[in-house]
């Protein structure tokens, strides 16, 4: 790994602060109130680094990752972590033999690969642990509640018994769903899903099934408090620093809570400067002139490092202090900044795409809101080719 921005041939890199990852997790273990946390590190631990991310994390005492694909899990465990996998969306066309040879939990859906499980736990002689997934209003994966007694019929036919079985080599260890708008406090949707997952839980139980863990809450749910009974909550967003903003009734008493700290910082360095009189054409397509005399900075940044070309002509970045502005459309690799009413700049100097510098700060956040979307997407649109640099502050 790549210790320093120094060493770095292209310098344009992402900061991984550890110290904000640390007091995220711990300000999530607070919240937690004794629940155990699954810290979902899919998609690249949301942009920041799968490996060193889970590896920290998991040192913090984190009791489960979450991941979207079988890849990302045997990524982990490669990488030497040890704890509980479950694989978010299942297993889909994979083989079955990753799940025991990697020591994976699935998510389950539906019946349509129980055969497959099933014949693989077999010829393997060792058991296959799951989480069956119930959709109580996201509309994506996950079981209708209505279908849940031909589901368990299935499960017991194929572990060749009448009634629920310890050794049997399908084991149904969790249930869960997931909350589509646990941050709108005004809509009733969230009342609505939990009402469904609790029926769902309790026919479970009558029909002699109890999970070992029960989980529902996402990041959102975890910040609005809502009473679930639950022993595990899936955390990804917090972790790292972000949440969308909850929307409360009017005049509904904020619930106090911790401050989370953005853990990524995205980076780049002056590399080329050059001086223009006004009505000089910048960038493809000449889609910026200059309307006076103006110093342009060239930073080795475009938008297949993750710096949206949507920005052309409207973003801005942090330079010594000051807030440069993004002239010209953003390409590949290059973008252009007008550092005119910033003093002193020069090659070398370090700029800031996200993060705070000089007083200044830019969030993924307030990308998100330039761009139309959510600070997720801005996040996990950072590139590989981008080195990320874990650091202390």
Known sequence: MILSPGKLLRPTWAEISRSALRRNFARVRQLACGRKVMAVVKADAYGHGLKPVAKLLEECGADWF??????????????????????LGGL?????????????????????????????????AKPICFHLKVDTGMGRLGMPPELLGSFLERLRE??????????????????????????????????????RFRRSLEY?????????????????????G????????????????????????????????????????????????????????LGYGASFFTRRPSRIATIPAGYADGLSRALSNRGRVIVRGGYARIVGTISMDLTLID??????VTVGDEVTLIGRADGASITATELAKELATIPYEVLCSIGKRVPRIEVEE
């Open 158 to 195: 194929l572990n060749g018994t009448t009634s629920p079985a310890r050794g049997a080599m399908l084991r149904l260890t969790g249930f869960f769903t997931h909350l589509a708008s646990a941050e709108d406090l005004l809509a009733t949707q969230t009342e609505e899903q939990l009402a």
């Open 92 to 124: 889909y066309m994979s083989d079955p033999a990753a799940l025991i040879e990697h020591d994976l939990t699935p998510a389950v859906s539906s019946t349509a690969r129980l055969d497959v499980y099933a014949e693989c736990a077999r010829r393997l």
């Open 66 to 87: 979450g991941v979207a694909t079988v890849e990302e899990a045997i990524e982990l465990r490669q990488a030497g972590l040890v704890k509980p996998i479950l694989l």
């Open 339 to 344: 550092v005119t009413d910033i003093p002193g």
């Open 226 to 281: 809502p009473d679930i009974q639950e022993n595990l909550i899936r955390i990804g967003a917090l972790l790292y620093g972000y949440c969308l903003p909850l929307v409360l009734p009017a005049g509904a008493p904020r619930r106090p809570l911790p401050d989370f700290d953005p853990v990524l910082s995205f980076k780049s360095r002056v590399v080329f400067l050059k001086d223009h009189p006004a009505g000089t054409p």
């Open 204 to 224: 479970l139980r009558a029909c002699g099934t109890e999970p070992e863990w029960i989980h529902i809450s996402n990041s959102a749910a975890l910040l609005a």
